[in-house]
Each structure stands twice: as C-alpha cells, then as structure tokens.
T-cell receptor, first 112, second 112 residues
C-alpha cells in the first residue's frame, strides 16, 4: 500500500493564481481531512470529508474548496492564492471517527 | 468549537529523564484523544491514543492519562532517548464527525 500520497511536494504561486493540491489514499478510508501547518500554530483543519459526496468545513476554510467524488481522492483547491496561504499542507485519512489518522508527506506552498 | 491548549511549547530534558506534556480541551463531548509525533521535515505519526472510557494507557516508555472531569490529558515519556526529540501534538475529536482539533505542539529536546 502507498498509504496517503500528496502532489506536488513543493509549489510556488503568484498572488491571485489558482491551483489544486492532490491527495489520494489506497486504504479504503472513509474519513479524509486537509490541514495546514504554520509555525507555532500546530495543525489547523481546513476541510474534511466523512465519505464520498460529503464534505464539511473545518477551522480555517476561507479561500479553499474541496470535493470528494471518490473514496480515494480528496483534492484541495485554492481559488485565488494569497500570501497568507503560504504554509505546509497535510492530507490525512482514517478508518473512522476515533481511529488513527494517517498523514501524507505534505505539500509546501509558497505564495509570492 | 473545540479548543485544545497544550503546554509547554518547548521542553528540554536530559537523556534518561522523564518528560510530561499536558493538554486541556473544552468540549465535554470529546471522546478520543490521540498524540502525534512529528520529526523535523516529516509527517505527523500517531504514537498513542486514549478513548474516554479509560483513564490511562501505556505502551512501553509512553503513557497517556485522561481526566474527563477536569478535561485534561497528559503524555508521559520515561527514560527519554535522543530519538525522542521531536514536536509532539495532542488532539481531541469533537462533534458527530471526524473533526479533530490539534494543540499547538511541544518541541521536545533530549540532551545526550
């Protein structure tokens, strides 16, 4: 199993550009989440999904969109990138509500 | 929403000593409390978790205690080793879905 994979590993954007961060898992997990990690602020939840077709907002959803058309994939879209979105983004998946979250390797995003 | 506070933000211990990291949470409905370890440049990985129906759980040198009345839980690492140096995050779930809130992290340094 590849576990949770994320692409790209690193991306530089200009303010106003859009892009999609890809996340996929091959463990047949129902629950998937996107977090951003900033120095001194821990991991903050952006959006999460409890199954295909079901998504909900987390703590910091503004400026991001998600969709979940399949169990395997959970892409995160930045609509119009801003310097405040410079961060490391982690995707995670788990089997259930009270189960281990498995994280992807992360995407480092720099918005100029 | 859930608020998770974690202390201390940094912790230095001599090799062989014990380390304790404490977290408090606000949502009385929370019932799952994982701890993640993140080494520099790597993804977070679960090291131990506890559910609300138990007060303590141990796994070799690592233990977690939970006090639901006081809404706090702690990570205890005994006989620390240099490879324990990392950032540790506590977390708790809340609500009806997998909405996990993380603490801001503790940077543990074990001095040889």
């Amino acid at each position: 199993n590849a576990g949770v994979t994320q692409t790209p590993k690193f991306q530089v954007l200009k303010t106003g550009q859009s892009m999609t961060l890809q996340c996929a898992q091959d463990m047949n997990h129902e629950y998937m989440s996107w977090y951003r990690q900033d120095p001194g602020m821990g991991l903050r939840l952006i959006h999460y999904s409890v199954g295909a077709g079901i998504t909900d907002q987390g703590e910091v959803p503004n400026g991001y969109n998600v969709s979940r058309s399949t169990t395997e994939d959970f892409p995160l879209r930045l609509l119009s990138a801003a310097p405040s979105q410079t961060s490391v983004y982690f995707c995670a998946s788990s089997r259930g509500r009270r189960e281990t979250q498995y994280f992807g390797p992360g995407t480092r995003l720099l918005v100029l | 929403g859930e608020n998770v506070e974690q202390h201390p933000s940094t912790l230095s211990v001599q090799e062989g000593d014990s380390a304790v990291i404490k977290c408090t949470y606000s949502d009385s409905a929370s019932n799952y409390f994982p701890w993640y370890k993140q080494e520099l440049g790597k993804r977070p990985q679960l090291i131990i978790d506890i559910r609300s129906n138990v007060g303590e759980k141990k796994d070799q040198r690592i233990a977690v205690t939970l006090n639901k009345t006081a809404k706090h839980f702690s990570l205890h690492i005994t006989e620390t080793q240099p490879e324990d140096s990392a950032v540790y995050f506590c977390a708790s779930n809340s609500g009806g879905y997998q909405k996990v809130t993380f603490g801001t992290g503790t940077k543990l340094q074990v001095i040889p």
